[in-house]
């Protein structure tokens, strides 16, 4: 069965961290365009972070998150990860990861998601 499921969200305190994680089944993540978006109630979605397919390394970052989120992928575990730093009470949303076969953002697959709560 072809899918992605992330892990590793929950309620942090303002700048706090998280690593999200997102595990691929039935596929290899491999050559695939890969990253991150999110979502928060009543807004629309937000494309967060993106590594490309084409050299599997390049990555993007929408600007709100630039140096503190990084996004990261590991081959052998078929995963892709997003470290989170310096959380703020706007980053709250559920995230997910997601996965296409061309440009950044453009995703054909995603995940259920995992949500992420920035309070104190």
């Known amino acids: 069965q072809v899918q992605l499921v992330e892990s590793g969200g929950g309620l942090v305190q303002p700048g706090g961290s998280l690593r999200l994680s997102c595990e691929a089944s039935g596929f290899t993540l491999d050559g695939y365009t890969i990253g991150w978006f999110r979502q928060a109630p009543g807004k629309e979605r937000e494309d967060v972070s993106c590594i490309s397919g084409s050299d599997g390394m390049t990555a993007f970052y929408t600007d709100p998150v630039k140096g503190r989120f990084t996004v990261s992928r590991d081959s052998a575990k078929n995963a892709v990860y997003l470290e989170m730093n310096n959380l703020k009470p706007e980053d709250t949303a559920a995230y997910y990861c997601?996965?296409?076969?061309?440009?950044?953002?453009?995703?054909?697959?995603w995940g259920q998601g995992t949500q992420v709560t920035v309070s104190s």
């Open positions: 997601g996965v296409g076969n061309g440009v950044c953002y453009k995703w054909d697959l």
